[in-house]
Each structure stands twice: as C-alpha cells, then as structure tokens.
C-alpha cells in the first residue's frame, strides 16, 4: 500500500460505518525501518504519530526524528522510565507497571498518557488484562495519581473477520462502559474492521511501508 493508501482506506472504511475519518488517527508503526525510510514514507504525508515497541530501538530514531512517538510494546518495568519520553502509552498491561509508571510519573511532575491493554482473544502469548478481570485493574489504575487513562487497547489474534468483527466491537463497547475515548486497534490486516467497529487509534507497519 503505502500511507496515503492507508489513510484512503481509512476514510472509505469509517465512511461505511457512518463515522468521521477524523475521529481516526493513523499511528505508523515504524520498527524494523530506518530513520531516512521513516522520512520518505511516513513524515513526507505530514506529522503522523509514530509507534515504536522496543525501547532500545526507539530512543536513537527519538534523538534523530521530531515526532509524536508513542510506545506500543510489551513494556518492562525497569524501562518505565523511558516513558515520560512518549506521548501515550498504549501497552499498560499490569498493575505492577502501572505502579512503576506512577512513580515515574510522580517523579516527573506530571501524569502519563496511557492505554490499557486487554487480552480479548484470551491468548496466552498475548499481553493484557483479560476481560473479567478489567473493572478492578481499571479502578486501581485510575486511582493512581500520576497516571491519565484515556482509553483500551487490543493486540487482535490471526483471524477471520467472523472473529476479529466482534472482537473489535466489543473493545468499543469496554470503552464506551468506562467511559474512555481512546481504543486502539487494528493493525496492516484488519485496520478497516477495526475502523468499521470503532477504533480512535489504528497501528499500521507493514501496510504503510510495503511498496506497492
Ligand atoms: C508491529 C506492531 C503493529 C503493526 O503491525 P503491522 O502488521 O506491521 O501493521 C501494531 N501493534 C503492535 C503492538 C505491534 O507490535
């Protein structure tokens, strides 16, 4: 594809579900490319926020690029500390890195932005909090002061859109009970599913990097 073919599908996906293009942001996922390819095929459309999910290689592309990074990988709690450099956090998937982030947070004087991530399709390799036991990690995340929930994040399993359809929806309708805006979902393979049935924040790889 490339972005701006990513973005067209985009708008073509949240036309069909009677929603506005703009309530849908494209985070590129750029790991795996090097800052010039990230220049030319993402920063030339415009100032996309970028996802990075290691932290070692985040920070020498963050030195070289200025950009809206934001930290999508399964995150340690010793590389909490990394985090104030990311506008958003969409990987929050424990309470112990949320206390790690918290402390992070309080030392910098200022809350981070962060997703919680749920484990929908009950992967066991998969990261998040699984489903019934969302409402109390929620709570407690909530009453930590330094941190700012702004909404849910899924990694989908490989699979079907009979599968992956109400999967997302259900993402949105979690959002919606606690009443967080963000839900970030949808990655090269299912983005326009994820659009159709809700999602704030797509992250795309491949889809925007491949050559057509
Ligand atoms: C790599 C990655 C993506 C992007 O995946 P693509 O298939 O390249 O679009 C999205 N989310 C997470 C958490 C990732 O690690």
Same mark, same amino acid.
């Given at each position: 594809m490339s972005l701006p073919g990513v973005l067209e599908r985009i708008a073509q996906a949240a036309q069909r579900a009677g929603r506005s293009p703009h309530e849908v942001r494209l985070v590129a996922v750029t790991k795996g490319h090097p800052v010039e390819e990230i220049r030319e095929k993402v920063l030339a459309y415009g100032d996309f926020p970028l996802g990075e999910s290691r932290v070692q290689e985040a920070l020498p592309k963050m030195e070289a690029l200025q950009a809206e990074w934001h930290f999508i990988g399964p995150l340690q709690t010793n590389k909490a500390r990394f985090m104030p450099r990311f506008a958003l956090v969409h990987s929050l998937d424990s309470l112990r890195l949320a206390q790690a982030l *918290? =402390? /992070? @947070?309080?030392?910098? @004087?200022?809350? +981070? =932005? &962060? +997703? /919680?991530? &749920? *484990? +929908? @399709? =009950?992967e066991p390799q998969k990261h998040g909090f699984l489903e019934e036991d969302l409402p109390e990690a929620l709570a407690r995340i909530r009453d930590l002061p330094f941190l700012r929930v702004e909404g849910l994040m899924t990694v989908a399993p490989i699979a079907p859109e009979a599968v992956l359809r109400p999967l997302f929806a259900r993402l949105s309708l979690l959002a919606d009970r606690y009443r967080l805006r963000e839900r970030s979902m949808g990655m090269s393979d299912d983005f326009e599913l994820a659009v159709e049935e809700g999602a704030t924040l797509v992250r795309v790889g491949r889809a925007v990097f491949a050559v057509d």
């Open positions: *918290n =402390r /992070v @947070g309080e030392k910098e @004087g200022r809350p +981070l =932005r &962060v +997703l /919680v991530e &749920v *484990n +929908l @399709g =009950r």
